[in-house]
């Protein structure tokens, strides 16, 4: 059965680094998205990809972050200048295999776990 | 009023029996009601989603939505001990998913 991969599974950084997780999507997926969940509170949703644009993101998805799909494959989420409270889980998901799809579930990768110190 | 409100437990049930998990949420505008499963320090996995208001059964889960009550249930029978995880429910708004906080299920063997 097709998954979302990501790596690395753990990731630890100086605060003030630039960190870069990736994520391989679901391979015929068209929409990408990247959640976060800080210990011990809600999944929220940070960022949705679509025809190599971002197409929605929310507050928390500041100028310190930024997606890339850099070739077919993979799907990519940097932080420029990590802050302690970065710390978190971090989810890619993929959904859609035809246009105008992206209501359809999204599938989640196992998740990066990112520690800012 | 949060958007989307979800008990987030602990419940602890005996194995066997049925377990019935709940959310409510306030946005008409959500799309499709989904479950999620996740385990300790994974990623959530997709048990069922829906559109419309009625229920849906899967092997052992049953997820059912009142577009009314703005009111969706999760529903496991003969529930096992591997049962025992978090599960939340989402709601799709345009591009997002919209989280609840997720209720922990505990099932005693």
């Known amino acids: 059965e097709p998954e979302v991969t990501q790596t690395p599974s753990h990731q630890v950084t100086q605060m003030g680094q630039e960190v870069i997780l990736r994520c391989v999507p679901i391979?015929?997926?068209?929409?990408f998205y990247w959640y976060r969940q800080i210990l011990g509170q809600k999944v929220e949703f940070l960022v949705s990809?679509?025809?190599?644009?971002?197409?929605?993101k929310s507050e928390i998805f500041d100028d310190q972050f930024s997606v890339e799909r850099p070739d077919g494959s993979n799907f990519t989420l940097k932080i420029r200048s990590t802050k302690l409270e970065d710390s978190a889980m971090y989810f890619c998901?993929?959904?859609?295999?035809?246009?105008?799809?992206?209501?359809?579930?999204?599938?989640f990768g196992p998740g990066t776990r990112l520690l800012v110190l | 009023q949060k958007e989307v409100e979800q008990d987030p437990g602990p419940l602890s049930v005996p194995e066997g029996a049925i377990v019935s998990l709940n959310c409510t949420y306030s946005?008409?505008?959500?799309?499709?009601f989904m479950w999620y499963r996740q385990y300790s320090r994974k990623g959530p996995e997709l048990l069922m989603y829906?559109?419309s208001s009625g229920n849906k059964e899967d092997g052992r889960f049953t997820a059912q939505v009142d577009k009314s009550s703005k009111y969706i249930s999760l529903f496991i029978r003969d529930s096992q001990p591997s049962d025992s995880a978090t599960y939340l429910c989402?709601?799709?708004?345009?591009?997002?998913?919209?989280w609840g906080a997720g209720t922990k299920l505990i099932i005693k063997p």
């Open positions: 998901a993929s959904s859609g295999d035809r246009d105008r799809s992206y209501q359809e579930t999204q599938y």
């Open positions: 391979s015929n997926h068209l929409y």
């Open positions: 990809f679509y025809n190599n644009e971002i197409s929605e």
């Open positions: 946005n008409s505008a959500f799309q499709y």
């Open positions: 829906t559109y």
């Open positions: 989402a709601f799709s708004l345009n591009y997002q998913l919209i």
